[in-house]
């Protein structure tokens, strides 16, 4: 079955850190690009950030320089790596594989998981 | 960045009902535009790409049409579980952005 897992979320205060982790199965993990969205409470969906086959990353403005993308090919995995954190970055975050296959859609998400920032 | 505007941001419809969901652009995203649904507690599925492409599996009661600025997605016949927060996505232009999402809700 073709799926993505995320863990990792969790508390932190502001100007903590979290690691989000996401394990793909399924499918060719080499083979594609991946993403982190977000979704604020009562709020859409945000990018956040994409890494692609090459290892090639990408970050919206607001957490560049604090959010850190990276993947494990090894392991079929990426991961998030989340400092400075401020109130705004609460969200529930969901993992997703970019389909060039599908336009370019993200095609398979993960469950997401929730993140809370707060003293 | 390209700002996506959906509306209406609330449908309320009867199951068998037609719905008609809009998607505006601030500039042209050209036909670089998807539509995703989902549900509370579930990750959102990916239904249209590049604006009238159904992704695999989804039923053909589920159509996009558009380019440029000016999006629509269209459920012939509404079934039960159909009602779901529909988003908008463009790809045309850095950063990769979402519209605000159209709640279609039971009436």
């Known amino acids: 079955e073709v799926q993505l897992v995320e863990s990792g979320g969790g508390l932190a205060q502001p100007g903590g850190s979290l690691r989000l982790s996401c394990a793909a199965s399924?499918?060719?993990?080499?083979?594609?690009?991946m993403h982190w969205v977000r979704q604020a409470t009562g709020k859409g969906l945000e990018w956040v950030s994409a890494?692609?086959?090459?290892?090639?990353?990408d970050y919206l403005g607001s957490v560049k320089g604090r959010f850190t993308i990276s993947r494990e090919n090894a392991k079929n995995s990426f991961y998030l790596q989340m400092n400075s954190l401020r109130d705004g970055d609460t969200a529930v975050y969901y993992c997703?594989?970019?389909?060039w296959g599908s336009g370019g859609g993200f095609d398979i998400w993960g469950q997401g998981t929730m993140v809370t920032v707060s003293s | 960045e390209v700002v996506l505007t959906q509306s209406p941001a609330t449908l309320s419809l009867s199951p068998g009902e037609r719905a008609t969901l809009s998607c505006r652009a601030s500039?042209?995203?050209?036909?670089?535009l998807a539509w995703y649904q989902h549900k509370p507690g579930q990750a959102p599925r990916l239904l249209i790409y590049?604006?009238?492409n159904r992704a695999t599996g989804i039923p053909a009661r589920f159509s996009g049409s558009g380019s440029g600025t000016d999006f629509t997605l269209t459920i012939s016949s509404l079934e039960p579980e159909d009602f779901a927060v529909y988003y908008c996505?463009?790809?045309?232009?850095?950063?990769?952005?979402f519209g605000g999402g159209t709640n279609v809700e039971i009436k």
């Open positions: 399924g499918f060719t993990f080499t083979n594609y690009d």
């Open positions: 500039q042209s995203v050209s036909s670089y």
């Open positions: 590049d604006a009238s």
């Open positions: 890494i692609g086959t090459a290892g090639d990353t």
């Open positions: 997703a594989r970019r389909n």
């Open positions: 996505q463009q790809r045309d232009n850095w950063p990769i952005t």
